[in-house]
């Protein structure tokens, strides 16, 4: 993928901070190592129905379990500073997965040094829509 294709489909509006941009393609592309190395050593993700997964290691490890294969269509941010020159994003756009697709609020902190120490994955949906949504196993 070249820059330019790049920034064509990652362009979110109100956000042009490569990290996040980043955390995005590499989403996508299946590429959670490159993924995880934007998190801090100890950064967290909170997934939807799941507990903190804290540090690189967890994180690849959920990622490779149960990110292969989603799509992230992240469509429009806001960012705000916060204490201790940390930046704090939120995206909203869309998840599609092999099984559904809802709207979601990404929430993404990072440090000072540009790193991820937090990643929040917020559903939109309504209580039944969610119950709707649930896999048959």
């Known amino acids: 993928m070249t820059a330019n294709e790049f920034e064509q489909e990652y362009q979110i509006k109100g956000i042009l901070e490569p990290v996040i941009l980043r955390y995005f393609e590499t989403l996508n592309a299946g590429e959670f190592k490159a993924t995880v190395a934007l998190f801090a050593e100890d950064g ?4 939807p129905f ?11 490890t959920y990622l490779q379990q149960e990110a ?14 916060l204490e201790n020159d940390q930046i704090q994003f939120q995206v909203t756009g869309r998840v599609q997965t092999s099984w559904c697709g809802v709207n979601v609020t990404w929430v993404l902190t990072l440090n000072p040094q540009q790193e991820i120490i937090s990643a929040e994955i917020r559903l939109l949906a309504s209580p039944q829509e969610l119950i709707a949504l649930r896999r048959e196993d």
């Open 44 to 47: 967290v993700m909170y997934p």
């Open 50 to 60: 799941e507990s903190a997964i804290v540090g690189r290691d967890a994180i690849a």
């Open 68 to 81: 292969e294969s989603i799509k992230a269509c992240p469509r429009a941010g806001i960012f705000e500073t």
